[in-house]
């Protein structure tokens, strides 16, 4: 099983244990805000397993269908689970709604608080090991998930404020309006989720830092070479395709430059985890000084 995958089935066992503890403390305030944590998490299992499904297709190798794998099927994930935020979004200003228009007297109950403050640092820890280990493995389905549970626990805290605020006031309407805000707040991570989901979907190119990571490895390693030019990049979930055109002296024979195309392959990999690298080797009438990204000397 895929390292990732194992980390996806544990979201979804942090999932339940959470939603066991915020529904409690939903049934012993009746807090409308508590409800609204309540349902996200909810989503967050949805979310977890349909994490584990597509985590397993991208984890699988290179195929005749498929020669350049499957890692993009992460964004898929990621795209889901916004869909899903949105979804418990609009549910949460619903019963939000309901609220203000009936508002229920709220049961002052620290065991219900203190449930639901144990799940919300659960969530921050979980949320803490999935967001490092998305970045460390370059996987995006890890890394929404990681995003998602943060944003989660960060509604958390401001319900658990509000719920306080609420019981010491009296003024029932800040359950429902408390409600309603954390709706909106979800509603614009579901979002953000989603359009950055998208950016990868759509072949979108590495950040300008990477790019020029990617030009000095190729600049400190193409001795030999011309020039190089037209270097574009992609991200395709945990794999970064990198590609362009190197110019070498057209008497130079194809052994040698292969062993400057080699060096550079093995430099961009060691420094860009993940990659795959495509180099097209041209005779020197074919240079674009004009055009040309890195220049290089003979």
């Not at 499904?53 to 190798?61: D, E, F, N, Q």
């Not at 449930?115 to 921050?124: C, E, F, Q, R, T």
């Not at 990049?233 to 794999?239: E, L, P």
């Given at each position: 099983?895929?390292?990732?995958?194992?980390?996806?089935?544990?979201?979804?066992?942090?999932?339940?244990?959470?939603?066991?503890?915020?529904?409690?403390?939903?049934?012993?305030?009746?807090?409308?805000?508590?409800?609204?944590?309540?349902?996200?998490?909810?989503?967050?299992?949805?979310?977890?397993?349909?994490?584990?499904?597509?985590?397993?297709?991208?984890?699988?190798?290179?195929?005749?269908?498929?020669?350049?794998?499957?890692?993009?099927?992460?964004?898929?994930?990621?795209?889901?689970?916004?869909?899903?935020?949105?979804?418990?979004?609009?549910?949460?200003?619903?019963?939000?709604?309901?609220?203000?228009?009936?508002?229920?007297?709220?049961?002052?109950?620290?065991?219900?608080?203190?449930?639901?403050?144990?799940?919300?640092?659960?969530?921050?820890?979980?949320?803490w090991v999935l967001i490092r280990k998305g970045r460390e493995w370059r996987s995006p389905a890890l890394l929404a998930d990681g995003r998602h549970l943060f944003g989660d626990v960060i509604t958390s805290v401001g319900v658990l404020a509000g719920?306080?605020?609420?019981?010491?006031?009296?003024?029932?309407?800040?359950?429902?309006?408390?409600?309603?805000?954390?709706?909106?707040?979800?509603?614009?991570?579901?979002?953000?989720?989603?359009?950055?989901?998208?950016?990868?979907?759509?072949?979108?190119?590495?950040?300008?830092?990477?790019?020029?990571?990617?030009?000095?490895?190729?600049?400190?390693?193409?001795?030999?070479?011309?020039?190089?030019?037209?270097?574009?990049?992609?991200?395709?979930?945990?794999?970064?395709?990198?590609?362009?055109?190197?110019?070498?002296?057209?008497?130079?024979?194809?052994?040698?430059?292969?062993?400057?195309?080699?060096?550079?392959?093995?430099?961009?990999?060691?420094?860009?985890?993940?990659?795959?690298?495509?180099?097209?080797?041209?005779?020197?009438?074919?240079?674009?000084?004009?055009?040309?990204?890195?220049?290089?000397n003979e």
């Open positions: 099983m895929h390292k990732t995958v194992k980390l996806a089935f544990g979201s979804i066992l942090v999932a339940f244990v959470v939603l066991g503890l915020k529904s409690l403390a939903y049934l012993a305030t009746g807090s409308v805000a508590l409800f609204s944590d309540a349902v996200e998490s909810v989503v967050n299992i949805a979310a977890a397993c349909v994490a584990v499904i597509v985590l397993k297709i991208s984890a699988a190798p290179a195929d005749e269908n498929h020669p350049f794998g499957h890692t993009k099927a992460e964004y898929f994930a990621a795209v889901g689970e916004g869909a899903l935020i949105v979804a418990a979004a609009l549910l949460i200003l619903r019963e939000a709604y309901e609220g203000a228009i009936n508002p229920t007297p709220l049961n002052l109950s620290v065991t219900g608080l203190a449930l639901n403050a144990v799940a919300s640092v659960l969530n921050g820890l979980w949320s719920v306080g605020l609420v019981l010491v006031t009296g003024w029932q309407i800040l359950d429902a309006l408390l409600a309603a805000s954390v709706a909106i707040f979800i509603l614009w991570s579901g979002w953000k989720l989603i359009r950055d989901s998208v950016g990868g979907l759509m072949d979108e190119a590495v950040s300008p830092a990477t790019l020029e990571l990617i030009q000095n490895i190729i600049t400190s390693q193409a001795d030999g070479a011309i020039e190089a030019h037209d270097v574009r990049t992609r991200y395709a979930g945990r794999r970064t395709f990198i590609e362009f055109h190197l110019i070498v002296s057209g008497d130079m024979n194809v052994s040698r430059a292969h062993e400057i195309c080699d060096r550079i392959e093995l430099a961009l990999k060691r420094e860009i985890a993940g990659s795959t690298i495509h180099i097209h080797i041209e005779p020197d009438h074919k240079a674009k000084p004009d055009d040309a990204i890195v220049f290089l």
